[in-house]
């Protein structure tokens, strides 16, 4: 028998019907919806006249346009009250395995409700109108981001229409230091690969670092195999992922339990399984990373300067690195220790999970945000996530040091909602995209770890997390 990567096994297990030229039809096991890209789907299928294939695939919550303080006032922007407002109608007609509205004590990103929930499990096939769909890979998952067209298109039919991708694997192997996260792999990763470095790839995430990362930790990379530009990216099962799914919401129970932990430890790939490419890095010669331009790919190691345009010898990348720091308002050479900022952002579907706050939190305690930084927030990723962490008391943490402990979404990840950057603010963030004007018009995005967010606050510069006792 031939051997097989994983991504051949969840491609193979999923097929309904393929086309001479590879083109294929998927079954979709799980259909995560928020409110952004789902309106026109269920207006064009109403429009139509069909209803959703399979009610109980369907999975969704409100995130991106939510506000993340005052809930008593509601949702004060019109069009985010009526996008919000729209799924709410929409899932109230229609029905879901689940539904997680605006004010739910279980709301939350849709990325982090999903593993929280046991809503996405191994070996499924998981479907969302959200780029960073590719989190649910984390666990064995082929997950893709799709628009909303594709959104109509699941819900009518259960299927998605793919072509196979060429399969990449990126293989970590050794041990990251004291301080270096999950985070400053991929994006360590992404330094060296390029965002086209996987594209036309899906990515399997493999090696001993990535094997000894939490569940966080591996959501963390697989969140970002997209800016990488991979369709898709995933961890084989092993151990750490069954333990996480144990006991949650939708988790199969009891003899459905031993069933699937058997499946479920098929999900790797075979010893020699061919891969069309392979990446390796060694997780010990990663330090904390942050990013200087207007990509992810615009990384550097703390200890490092700032590039300058000749750094690059392809005329198209000096040009794109000039406008970058033009943007970005940085002189080439600057150690990136000395950036000063104004905001901090811990939260998005990257980093907003309890291991993240945990980090945050660790660096934090008894320590002070700086006068210089304006406004450092802690935004949890879901309403679970908030609870567990004031329960363990790190709420009262970050308020002491001077941050404010917002309700769960999306927040200042992206501008839809109240928490956004003003032209010309530089912030240390935690979220996975830094392209011009992301997080509000103007505003300066420079990604990095939770821990290394929190030392920059505490500097009010970017600054070495490994040089703080924690
Ligand atoms: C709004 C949504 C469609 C978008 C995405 O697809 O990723 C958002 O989540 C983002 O991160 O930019
Ligand atoms: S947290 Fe950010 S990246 Fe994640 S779904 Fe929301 S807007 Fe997109």
Same mark, same amino acid.
């Given at each position: $028998?031939?051997?097989?990567?994983?991504?051949?096994?969840?491609?193979?297990?999923?097929?309904?019907?393929?086309?001479?030229?590879?083109?294929?039809?998927?079954?979709?096991?799980?259909?995560? %919806?928020?409110?952004?890209?789902?309106?026109?789907?269920?207006?064009?299928?109403?429009?139509? +006249?069909?209803? #959703?294939?399979?009610?109980?695939?369907?999975?969704?919550?409100? @995130?991106?346009?939510?506000?993340?303080?005052?809930?008593?006032?509601?949702?004060? @922007? #019109?069009?985010?009250?009526?996008?919000?407002?729209?799924? @709410?109608?929409?899932?109230?007609? %229609? +029905?879901?395995?689940?539904?997680?509205? =605006?004010?739910?004590?279980?709301?939350?990103?849709?990325?982090?409700?999903?593993?929280?929930?046991?809503?996405?499990?191994?070996? $499924?096939?998981? %479907?969302?109108?959200?780029?960073?769909?590719?989190?649910?890979? *984390?666990? *064995?998952?082929?997950?893709?981001?799709?628009?909303?067209?594709?959104?109509?298109?699941?819900?009518?039919?259960?299927?998605?229409?793919?072509?196979?991708?060429?399969?990449?694997?990126?293989?970590?192997?050794?041990?990251?230091?004291? +301080?270096?996260?999950?985070?400053?792999?991929?994006?360590?990763?992404?330094?060296?690969?390029?965002?086209?470095?996987?594209?036309?790839?899906?990515?399997?995430?493999?090696?001993?670092?990535?094997?000894?990362?939490?569940?966080?930790?591996? $959501?963390?990379?697989?969140?970002?195999?997209?800016?990488?530009?991979?369709?898709?990216?995933?961890?084989?099962?092993?151990?750490?992922?069954?333990?996480?799914?144990?006991?949650?919401?939708?988790?199969?129970?009891?003899?459905?339990?031993? !069933?699937?932990?058997?499946?479920?430890?098929?999900?790797?790939?075979?010893?020699?399984?061919? =891969?069309?490419?392979?990446?390796?890095?060694?997780?010990?010669?990663?330090?904390?990373?942050?990013?200087?331009?207007?990509?992810?790919?615009?990384?550097?190691?703390?200890?490092?300067?700032?590039?300058?345009?000749? @750094?690059?010898?392809? #005329?198209?990348? /000096?040009?794109?690195? &000039?406008?970058?720091?033009?943007? $970005?308002?940085?002189?080439?050479?600057?150690?990136?220790?000395?950036?000063?900022?104004?905001?901090? =952002?811990?939260?998005?579907?990257?980093?907003?999970?309890?291991?993240?706050?945990?980090?945050?939190?660790?660096?934090?305690?008894?320590?002070?945000?700086?006068?210089?930084?304006?406004? *450092?927030?802690?935004?949890?990723?879901?309403?679970?996530?908030?609870?567990?962490?004031?329960?363990?008391?790190?709420? !009262?943490?970050?308020?002491?040091?001077?941050?404010?402990?917002?309700?769960?979404?999306?927040?200042?990840?992206?501008?839809?909602?109240?928490?956004?950057?003003? #032209?010309?603010?530089?912030?240390?963030?935690?979220?996975?995209?830094?392209?011009?004007?992301?997080?509000?018009?103007?505003?300066?995005?420079?990604?990095?770890?939770? &821990?290394?967010?929190?030392?920059?606050?505490?500097?009010?510069? =970017?600054?070495?997390? /490994?040089?703080?006792?924690?």
């Amino acid at each position: $028998m031939m051997s097989k990567t994983l991504y051949d096994k969840l491609w193979e297990s999923h097929v309904v019907h393929a086309e001479a030229d590879g083109t294929a039809l998927l079954y979709i096991d799980r259909h995560l %919806v928020h409110e952004v890209t789902s309106p026109q789907a269920f207006e064009g299928l109403k429009l139509s +006249g069909r209803k #959703p294939w399979r009610v109980s695939s369907i999975v969704a919550t409100a @995130d991106h346009n939510t506000p993340t303080d005052h809930w008593e006032q509601g949702i004060k @922007d #019109p069009i985010s009250r009526q996008q919000v407002e729209t799924l @709410d109608a929409n899932i109230h007609e %229609v +029905g879901a395995l689940a539904y997680f509205p =605006f004010k739910d004590k279980r709301q939350g990103i849709v990325h982090v409700i999903g593993p929280e929930q046991g809503a996405t499990l191994p070996g $499924m096939t998981v %479907v969302c109108g959200d780029s960073h769909t590719s989190t649910h890979g *984390a666990f *064995a998952c082929l997950a893709h981001g799709i628009g909303t067209s594709e959104v109509e298109h699941v819900l009518a039919t259960q299927c998605l229409l793919q072509k196979k991708s060429k399969s990449m694997l990126v293989k970590i192997e050794g041990k990251v230091g004291a +301080g270096v996260t999950a985070k400053d792999i991929v994006l360590a990763l992404i330094g060296k690969i390029g965002t086209a470095g996987g594209t036309g790839y899906a990515i399997e995430f493999g090696g001993s670092a990535i094997r000894a990362l939490t569940m966080e930790g591996r $959501m963390t990379v697989c969140n970002m195999a997209i800016e990488a530009g991979a369709r898709v990216g995933f961890v084989a099962v092993d151990e750490t992922t069954i333990e996480y799914l144990k006991g949650r919401t939708f988790s199969p129970k009891a003899a459905d339990w031993d !069933k699937a932990t058997t499946y479920w430890r098929t999900l790797v790939s075979d010893a020699d399984a061919p =891969f069309d490419a392979v990446v390796e890095l060694d997780a010990s010669h990663i330090a904390p990373q942050v990013t200087w331009g207007t990509s992810p790919e615009m990384v550097a190691s703390i200890e490092a300067n700032v590039p300058a345009p000749e @750094d690059f010898s392809d #005329p198209v990348k /000096r040009e794109g690195v &000039a406008r970058a720091l033009e943007y $970005m308002g940085l002189v080439p050479r600057t150690p990136i220790n000395q950036i000063a900022i104004d905001k901090v =952002f811990i939260g998005s579907c990257t980093n907003s999970r309890i291991e993240d706050l945990r980090a945050a939190a660790a660096v934090a305690k008894g320590r002070h945000v700086a006068a210089n930084v304006k406004l *450092a927030l802690v935004v949890p990723g879901s309403g679970l996530v908030k609870q567990q962490a004031e329960a363990e008391g790190l709420d !009262k943490i970050f308020v002491a040091a001077g941050f404010e402990w917002r309700q769960p979404g999306c927040s200042m990840c992206l501008a839809m909602n109240d928490d956004r950057l003003l #032209p010309g603010e530089r912030c240390a963030s935690t979220s996975n995209r830094n392209f011009e004007g992301r997080q509000g018009n103007g505003g300066r995005t420079h990604l990095l770890s939770p &821990a290394m967010a929190v030392a920059a606050a505490i500097a009010g510069h =970017f600054s070495d997390v /490994r040089e703080l006792t924690i």
